[in-house]
């Protein structure tokens, strides 16, 4: 695993809340649910940042918060030095393409009606555009044969290996992985943390990964922090989290991960 | 006691001029009380047996071999997928939790409804009873506040509660075999575990037979008492779970293994090298056989023909591991 190189962060998110709508049934009262409670966080260069917690504990938010998918409701989030939240929709559409996610449906996240060479084509400069399409199949290993097929053509390993390498087209410095192997095979869910641990020994990258599978985030993972109904209950280096939990919510889920 | 026999099964779907075969030979059966748990990749055609088992398959899927159901002694066959018993031992007999839950519950009727058609269809009680009995399911499956849930909506649940609904709609027909198709594959590990202690309490209960479809190694491995490994539509391993746990005699088998223990431990975990195989695509010798370590001349050019160990139990391949 790498280890911290700079002390500066890439990702900073401080006091973030979240809330949503619920329940427009009453009238001009508008109800809201907390969705992400004071959470912060720092992600430093070269490091791999977990989250770990249950379905609907906030994991999802956050990363949706980052890119800018909800409004938050309060705190900052500083990507380089900059505040996400203050800057003007153009100022952040130029720097969104550095922060990447990988989503958990790769079905939903390519277009049915697009080829995967098509892809490529709206992400990559035209003269450098073939050199670079084989350079980045070849490090998500695939063959260039399957620039001319249609996403239901290929397997799902294949498919978020092409998400992946998609995200990867506009070298982003942060990748947001939010499960992204939680509904693959046994076989495949292995292949794509091979190939996620071999793209951090080859490039610099940045990961904020979020699952609710702890046996797959300690084969990645850094440091992680632990999520429950909105709230991190603790963040700690892999190692120390996984000798010495502090909650007992994180000794619930370690033991379930690791019992056969 | 045998309930379900499935011999040489077989379905293919006629495409262009070819034929694609979905499932190729499968061959198992089923005791009361017993749970066969079916693993294999996507696409593997775990899915698609269980939808036979029910006669649930589209008319044009042609399907050859025998499935045979015993109820009360008598042994209903079943030849294809229109035949009319289907209609007689589906949700009666046999039963199903589809790998969807939540997409497989009316969106337009609220939950209690829901149950209760399913009953009236069943059972011959008053509209009395059956609300009661709904009721009584509902609380069965782990749901508290049942008279709440019993009038909500679908999309007013949360996707474990949900999940717990389509079993409670499976169990409605009081069947004697209960197919669960990946049923924790989108449930977080606390849902998971709390799921399956359910289905554990629901078996020991009714004296349920389960067939649990999975590609978690982990849940079949603490779950069941049997376990057919299936891949590119073949049943390639089919053993006692306690035998496969200590001596897996298919490579692949052996490789699956592998990946979880090592993950269980926390180590990185050898992959198995190559794609998973298109089931459109066919492939000489063994399907397995790009992929294996074993691999040699004969496994290309012939498929393995089973070796049998006690019973009905099985391998399909041509260097088998030595196997306790």
């Known amino acids: ?260 | 006691m045998i309930l379900l026999s499935v011999k040489n099964l077989s379905v293919q779907i006629p495409h262009h001029d070819k034929a694609i075969h979905l499932l190729k030979d499968i061959s198992f059966t089923l005791k009361r009380g017993e749970t066969l748990a079916i693993i294999g990749e996507s696409g593997c055609g775990k899915s698609t047996l269980c939808k036979s088992i029910l006669g649930l398959l589209p008319q044009y899927f042609q399907t050859t071999g025998s499935l045979t159901v015993y109820q009360n002694d008598v042994d209903i066959q079943l030849h294809n997928q229109n035949d009319p018993h289907f209609n007689t031992i589906r949700g009666s007999n046999i039963s199903m939790v589809f790998q969807d839950a939540p997409g497989s519950i009316n969106p337009l009727f609220k939950c209690g409804q829901q149950i209760v058609d399913v009953l009236k269809e069943h059972a011959s009680g008053s509209p009395i009873q059956n609300k009661q009995r709904a009721i009584q399911l509902i609380e069965q499956v782990g749901l508290t506040d049942t008279e709440d849930i019993f009038n909500k909506y679908p999309h007013q649940l949360s996707g474990g509660m949900s999940q717990r609904i389509a079993l409670a709609l499976a169990l409605a027909g009081n069947p004697d075999i209960l197919i669960a198709d990946e049923p924790t594959s989108s449930l977080d590990v606390t849902a998971k575990t709390q799921y399956l202690d359910l289905l554990r309490k629901l078996r020991a209960k009714n004296n349920l037979s389960l067939i649990l479809i999975t590609h978690n190694l982990n849940d079949a491995l603490s779950f069941s008492d049997s376990i057919l490994i299936m891949y590119n539509g073949r049943g390639i391993e089919y053993r006692h779970t306690a035998d496969l746990q200590q001596g897996p005699a298919h490579p692949y088998t052996k490789a699956l293994l592998d990946i979880q223990t090592a993950l269980n431990q926390g180590r990185l975990p050898q992959s198995i090298p190559g794609e998973t195989p298109s089931i459109t695509k066919s492939i000489p010798g063994c399907p397995f056989h790009p992929r294996c370590p074993k691999t040699s001349d004969i496994c290309r050019a012939t498929l393995p023909q089973p070796t049998f160990f006690l019973g009905n139990h099985f391998v399909c391949c041509h260097h088998p591991l030595k196997s306790k």
């Open chain 1, 1 to 260: 695993m790498n280890s911290p190189i700079q002390k500066q962060p890439v990702l900073e998110v401080k006091n973030l809340n979240v809330e949503y709508p619920v329940n427009f049934r009453s009238g001009f009262q508008r109800e809201t649910k907390q969705a992400v409670i004071d959470v912060s966080f720092n992600i430093f260069p070269g490091e791999c940042f977990a989250i770990v917690g249950e379905s609907g504990c906030g994991k999802s938010s956050i990363i949706d918060a980052i890119l800018g998918f909800v409004q938050t409701t309060s705190g900052t989030i500083l990507f380089e030095k900059q505040d996400l939240m203050k800057l003007s929709l153009q100022r952040f559409r130029k720097l969104r393409p550095k922060i990447q996610p990988v989503f958990q449906d790769y079905n939903q996240a390519l277009n049915p009606r697009q080829r995967i060479g098509d892809i490529f084509k709206e992400t990559l400069p035209r003269n450098l555009r073939e050199s670079q399409t084989d350079q980045l199949l070849t490090s998500v290993g695939l063959s260039n044969e399957i620039l001319n097929y249609f996403p239901h053509q290929l397997s799902g390993g294949q498919k978020q290996r092409i998400v992946l390498a998609r995200a990867l087209s506009v070298k982003p410095s942060l990748l947001l992985l939010d499960e992204p192997v939680t509904s693959q095979d046994l076989s495949v869910a292995v292949q794509i943390v091979e190939l996620l641990i071999s793209l951090r020994k080859i490039m610099p990258m940045t990961f904020l990964l979020v699952s609710h599978n702890l046996s797959i985030v300690q084969l990645l993972a850094d440091r992680v922090a632990v999520m429950k109904n909105g709230q991190l209950l603790e963040q700690q280096p892999l190692s120390t989290l996984l000798q010495n939990p502090k909650h007992d919510y994180t000794k619930n889920i370690i033991s379930q991960t690791t019992q056969l």
